[in-house]
């Protein structure tokens, strides 16, 4: 199959072919990275502009070590140091970005559809590096990757997400992306912060973590956003630590070759405890590293689509 | 000015009428309405209404108009010129303007430049608390005298109970409705439904009991003062159902709500189109289901549009950013005829709830065709399909989700006063 | 569409086992020698020549894959290939390296091949097996090693099928004359 969308905007949009496109091209990008030269000239000539409202090391680190590595050009623009303190209007400094003729530009917007404004406007191809609390296809993909690595399926597993899910773009796009596949698919976390008819996507709610734990293949840990107002839906983050925090004993109950997830930046010691964090089980690091690949396929799907 | 409309298929729901007929117009008057009026030879204009409907003027019981103060969304003369090609010849301007309608000079203003640049006639909304900021009465009694027929604080709740309660007591004195936008703010802090839509977009989410709860109680506190209550732009099966349940023991309460809410759900919102974005927010399907069978059964008295033009700039920005609300004068009859089309509504049913029930509701005395009665009425045909083009509207307010749809039932004249002050060019 | 076969199984055995022993001829031997097909059918040409060297010297080659998509010069003009996986699990350091392809035409391939191996490392030599070599080349580069020579006619076109992929081996042309 082909590639021929211009943008990446939601997991929602995608088929399952295209989600497994882009796992197979990123499969195969991953080895550049354990290369002495980690670059190719794939890219070369190609303009890359990320665009960042909301703060992030990650995942910006991530795109432009992506973008790198293809021999592209990447040109970061944080809000703070943007025309948007200035009180222009995001139409206006994609379209001012546009006229410098970036081939994409990688966008993180605290506004959910904030992306999907960009693409419509502009002939850029825009990828959504999360928007607000709606998606954040990239992560989700690199998610993916990671459980297929690990596990060598997706189909069948059992997938815990906890936490904050009514605020996080995490849990939407890998709810999307997973129930893809033929997963189970449970969400836990306080009522306040699971979303009415959340059942409706195909997932379980469970609102005990010594529940949604059980036989679980994947465990994927959120934190509090508390930049979206999370810490007003729960008492008080010891009650929410106390409660909701993943620890050692809670993996006992889980599969024995479970994985432990986490998107970043983890909160210690409140929604994960350290030798979790830090143990066996845990592939947070993996995720990170795949992040590169599966954004170097991004890019590249994208930038050489057919047009 | 004599005015003579042939063989038009004459709906007046008041007086019982549906019948190919003869309208004659003298001055601002109807003169005589027959079977085969002759000419008389010294008409200034003569319509051949064959295959259409003639029907009185639509009165809109909640627009905006934006003057004074934004008058780069809308003015007065546009907002009634939109309002003229769209069927309408009574509009009711909500007064959240600036400054706000909640004293005389501003409705006197309003009235003044309606007469001067007005394209039909309109009928100033004043504030129930001034400023529209819901701490104390605005002055209702000189508004009255200057000429508003409801007061309201569209586009905010009166969130104070007991502030609500004296307005509609104060309400009596005039015999005016009070307009009831109902909104509990403590639970809609968001942009689209709650349900699929914000589960899907992770946009912040208004439910539907943010809009039950406060028309239960705006109820409870009407009925208890005795006082006439208007519930306006009502969204959601759950608001249809306690008007349905309160209207069986108190008849001094009514509702409308606008063609969006019987067209739209909000899968709409779901590609972030900011045309969609209106308060409240376009509902599931099953609300939709609700509403029409509201309409239906009567528990839905009034169709309005809650026309809300806006600027480009105020829409074109982010979602969360975006300005609320729908350009609809222009669309609202090619929308409502669906309604009939699909078997909801007959026709006649459908005017009423455009001519008759907003009269009544604001004790106006116009929505009906008679002999002696003013010559406010229009000539529309409902089988006559078009493509929306907001770059036609008259309206300086270009925002709308229906732009490129297929409607089927056009608006093809208005005549205001006896003035003809729309006219297709196919009429 | 006319098709004529021009080399059938039995020909392009021959032509391989020719072109291996003139690999071995010229590097006297197999020592330090590494294999490398380019995706996909350069790949199976390299594990035949493989089988081949481990007959006549009873030695085991290692042989990788090289997808040289990431290394085209022509991808924003093309329909977007698939990058596949380049597996080499050795190290390329100062080897021998036999750089395996089915046709060559232009150049351009086996540019990009080049470039892709020096990003690998410092093979102390590069060499070029290709089993048809077309003709009509737009870079300055040459097989080491070619089984035939074929300049093609306009409107023709020269298949190489692979029983590995294509079930089959054999060499056609196709074409309009």
């Known amino acids: ?307 | ?427 | 569409m006319k098709k004529r076969v021009f080399l059938d199984k039995k020909a392009i055995d021959r032509t391989l086992t020719r072109i291996t022993h003139e690999i071995l001829e010229k590097n006297e031997g197999c020592d330090n020698l590494c294999l490398i097909g380019i995706r996909t059918r350069g790949v199976y040409l390299a594990k035949r020549i493989q089988e081949k060297i481990k007959k006549i010297e009873k030695k085991e080659l290692p042989v990788g894959i090289l997808d040289i998509t990431m290394y085209r010069d022509d991808l924003s003009k093309i329909k977007l290939p698939v990058v596949k996986k380049t597996d080499i699990s050795f190290d390329i350091n100062n080897k021998i390296v036999i750089l395996i392809d089915d046709v060559m035409h232009t150049g351009r391939t086996t540019r990009a091949a080049i470039d892709a191996l020096m990003d690998l490392g410092r093979p102390q030599k590069i060499q070029l097996a290709v089993l048809v070599d077309r003709g009509n080349r737009e870079l300055p580069i040459h097989p080491d090693y070619a089984g035939i020579f074929y300049t093609i006619d306009k409107g023709e076109e020269i298949l190489v099928k692979l029983k590995e992929v294509d079930g089959k081996d054999e060499v056609i042309i196709v074409g309009t004359q």
């Open chain 1, 1 to 307: 199959m082909n590639w021929t969308k211009k943008d990446l905007l939601e997991i929602k949009k995608l088929t399952k072919e295209e989600i497994l496109l882009i796992l197979e091209t990123a499969e195969s990008f991953k080895e550049i990275s354990l290369r002495e030269i980690k670059k190719v000239p794939t890219l070369r000539g190609k303009t890359i502009i990320t665009l960042f409202y909301e703060p992030s090391t990650r995942t910006r680190t991530s795109f432009e070590i992506a973008a790198k590595r293809l021999s592209a050009d990447t040109i970061n623009i944080s809000a703070n140091t943007s025309s948007y303190v200035k009180g222009e209007t995001l139409k206006d400094t994609g379209k001012n970005l546009e006229s410098m003729k970036p081939d994409v530009i990688v966008i993180r917007h605290s506004m959910p559809g904030a992306p999907h404004m960009l693409a419509r406007t502009l002939k850029s191809s825009i990828i959504n590096a999360g928007d607000g609390a709606h998606e954040h296809p990239t992560q989700a993909l690199l998610d993916l990757f990671t459980i297929k690595e690990k596990k060598g399926r997706i189909d069948g597993l059992k997938v815990a997400i906890i936490g904050d899910i009514i605020h996080s773009r995490v849990a939407r796009s890998n709810i999307f992306a997973l129930k893809q596949f033929n997963t189970e698919v449970v969400c836990c976390g306080p009522a306040t912060m699971i979303p009415p008819h959340m059942e409706k996507l195909g997932v379980k709610v469970e609102y005990d973590i010594n529940k949604a734990v059980i036989d679980a293949d994947v465990i994927m840990m959120l934190r509090i956003q508390k930049e979206r107002g999370g810490v007003s839906y729960i008492p008080s983050i010891r009650e929410y630590a106390c409660l909701y925090g993943l620890k050692k004993t809670h993996l006992e109950k889980a599969k024995k070759d479970v994985i432990v997830m986490h998107p970043g930046p983890m909160n210690r010691g409140i929604e994960i405890s350290d030798e979790v964090a830090d143990g066996e089980y845990s592939v947070i690091l993996d995720q990170v590293e795949n992040g590169v690949a599966v954004r170097m396929a991004i890019l590249y799907l994208l930038t050489g689509r057919e047009q």
């Open chain 2, 1 to 427: 000015m004599k005015i003579l409309i042939k063989k038009g298929r004459v709906i007046d729901p008041k007086n019982n009428t549906d019948d190919i007929l003869d309208i004659y117009i003298n001055g601002a008057v109807i003169e005589k309405i027959g079977k085969n009026i002759k000419e008389k030879g010294d008409e200034d204009a003569i319509i051949n209404a064959s295959g259409h409907i003639v029907a009185p003027g639509f009165i809109d019981i909640h627009t905006h108009l934006r003057e004074p103060g934004y008058e780069y969304k809308e003015t007065i003369k546009t907002g009634t010129l939109a309002a003229a090609k769209g069927g309408f010849t009574s509009v009711v301007c909500m007064a959240n303007t600036d400054p706000v309608n909640d004293n005389k000079s501003v409705t006197e203003f309003i009235l003044k430049k309606a007469r001067m640049e007005g394209s039909c006639r309109v009928f100033p909304c004043g504030a129930i608390t001034k400023g529209l900021k819901g701490e104390e009465l605005s002055e209702i009694g000189e508004m009255f005298d200057a000429g508003i027929v409801a007061i309201s604080d569209d586009g905010k709740t009166v969130k104070h109970s007991g502030l609500l309660r004296k307005a509609l007591e104060y309400s009596k004195i005039f015999n005016i409705p009070v307009i009831s936008h109902c909104e509990d703010t403590d639970l809609s802090q968001g942009f689209v439904n709650e349900g699929m839509a914000s589960l899907l977009s992770g946009l912040d989410a208004v439910p539907s009991i943010a809009e039950e709860l406060i028309v239960q109680r705006d109820i409870m506190i009407a009925e208890y003062v005795k006082a006439y209550i208007h519930l306006t732009h009502i969204s959601t099966a759950g608001s249809v159902e306690i008007v349905a349940l309160t209207k069986k023991r108190y008849s001094n309460i009514s509702c409308d709500t606008c063609p969006h809410y019987f067209t739209l759900t909000e899968e709409a919102t779901l590609n972030f189109d900011t045309n969609t974005k209106v308060n409240p927010p376009l509902r599931s399907e099953k609300d939709v289901e609700v509403i029409k069978e509201g309409l239906k059964n009567g528990t839905i008295d009034i169709i309005s549009t809650d026309h809300a033009p806006h600027d480009l700039t105020s829409k074109d920005v982010e979602f969360n950013l975006a300005s609320s609300g729908i350009s609809g004068l222009e669309t609202a009859l090619g929308l409502s005829l669906k309604l009939v089309h699909d078997g909801v509504l007959s026709l006649s049913e459908l005017i009423k709830k455009f001519t008759v029930n907003p009269a009544r509701l604001l004790k106006l005395p116009y929505g009906e065709l008679g002999e002696g009665k003013t010559a406010d009425l229009i000539v529309f045909n409902p089988d006559m399909e078009w493509i929306v083009d907001k770059n036609l509207f008259l309206s300086k307010g270009k925002n709308t989700p229906f732009h490129g749809w297929r409607l089927k039932g056009k608006n093809l004249l208005t005549i205001v006063d006896g003035r003809i002050v729309y006219r297709e060019g196919t009429i």
